[in-house]
């Protein structure tokens, strides 16, 4: 049903990033992280200065083992946010030492 309602928001304002971001967190949460992926991914499409949506989509990659573009992700957020670093920290736990980490482990 969460699914479907964020599906619905999205087809009443397909041109609203937040739309996106919310079908993706529902996706996510589903376990759906490839689906979720596109949907931040289109998220920044629309509206790329909002460091959530690269948080979001960092845990995607995070969770794919994909550790360089969780990183990425991670900076562009605190890129755009540097105050927000505490925040960040708490919402997307450990993906920029994770990612770290296994990008240095031979």
């Keep these: 049903l ?40 289109e998220a920044l499409a629309l509206e790329p200065e909002d460091p959530d949506y690269f948080v979001r989509l960092g845990l995607t990659f995070l969770l794919d083992y994909r550790w360089q573009e ?8 605190l890129t755009l946010f540097p105050e927000h670093a505490g925040n960040l920290a708490g919402e997307v736990g450990d993906i920029p030492l994770r990612a770290f980490s296994n990008l240095r482990s031979p």
């Design 70 to 77: 969780a990183l990425n992700c991670a900076e562009q957020a």
């Design 2 to 41: 969460a699914i479907e309602h964020a599906k619905m928001s999205v087809g009443f304002a397909p041109d609203v990033g937040f739309c996106y971001y919310t079908l993706g967190i529902v996706l996510q949460e589903k376990g759906k992280i490839r689906q979720a992926r596109k949907h931040f991914q």
